[in-house]
T-cell receptor, first 116, second 113 residues
Framework: DVKVTQSSRYLVKRTGEKVFLECVQD?????MFWYRQDPGLGLRLIYF???????EKGDIPEGYSVSREKKERFSLILESASTNQTSMYLC???????????????FGPGTRLTVL | GDSVTQMEGPVTLSEEAFLTINCTYT??????LFWYVQYPGEGLQLLLK?????DKGSNKGFEATYRKETTSFHLEKGSVQVSDSAVYFC????????????FGSGTQLTVLP
């Protein structure tokens, strides 16, 4: 059974702290993604990675960075957390494949981050 | 740019009622279309998809037909169950593009016994 795990389900941090959100997939997928989910806004793409050590900005990368040192792990980093980064963060992975448009993304359970 | 518009929720139905959640899209060309479902406390799961015009995706009693002429992909189910209570997201992926999924805002469905 495919599996995407995220390091924490709930996280509370203070403004200005450096925050690491970890995501691990066991499906040997090349592509990995970080989204944030906010009420009324759906899911918005923060960053994605085609493969190890590769990364691309999504629609809302400001205030975030990522790291992909190993194929199975994709980390989201908040360099200096702010209250407007309070949100649900979802990680996903997808196989490369020839027809990427039809490939399913597999999601982790999410991390609900609160920044005080 | 690409966009997906879903009917606003929340939607509350009685068990065995008919469900429709509207979804329309704006995109260049003919994207692939998806419905994802998020059950309480979980991540998103693919519910169904359609990759070309007039295709019908179906799964777990849910159906959606890719309508090119109306740029729509409405989700339907003939008889909902309490276990269908979840948030439903419509999404598109442009063909031949390196860009990723574009999601709608989600529709919360609550089914009452």
């Amino acid at each position: 059974d495919v599996k995407v795990t995220q390091s924490s389900r709930y996280l509370v941090k203070r403004t200005g702290e450096k925050v690491f959100l970890e995501c691990v997939q066991d499906m040997d997928h090349e592509n990995m993604f970080w989204y944030r989910q906010d009420p009324g806004l759906g899911l918005r793409l923060i960053y994605f990675s085609y493969d190890v050590k590769m990364k691309e900005k999504g629609d809302i990368p400001e205030g975030y960075s990522v790291s992909r040192e190993k194929k199975e792990r994709f980390s989201l980093i908040l360099e200096s957390a702010s209250t407007n980064q309070t949100s649900m963060y979802l990680c996903a992975s997808r196989p490369w494949g020839r027809d990427r448009a039809n490939n399913e993304q597999f999601f982790g359970p999410g991390t609900r981050l609160t920044v005080l | 740019g690409d966009s997906v518009t879903q009917m606003e929720g929340p939607v509350t139905l009685s068990e065995e009622a008919f469900l429709t959640i509207n979804c329309t899209y704006t995109a260049t060309g003919y994207p692939s279309l998806f419905w994802y479902v998020q059950y309480p406390g979980e991540g998103l799961q693919l519910l169904l998809k359609a990759t070309k015009a007039d295709d019908k995706g179906s799964n777990k009693g849910f159906e959606a037909t890719y309508r090119k002429e109306t740029t729509s992909f409405h989700l339907e189910k003939g008889s909902v169950q309490v276990s269908d209570s979840a948030v439903y997201f419509c999404a598109l992926h442009p063909k031949g593009s390196a860009r990723q999924l574009t999601f709608g805002s989600g529709t919360q469905l609550t089914v009452l016994p």
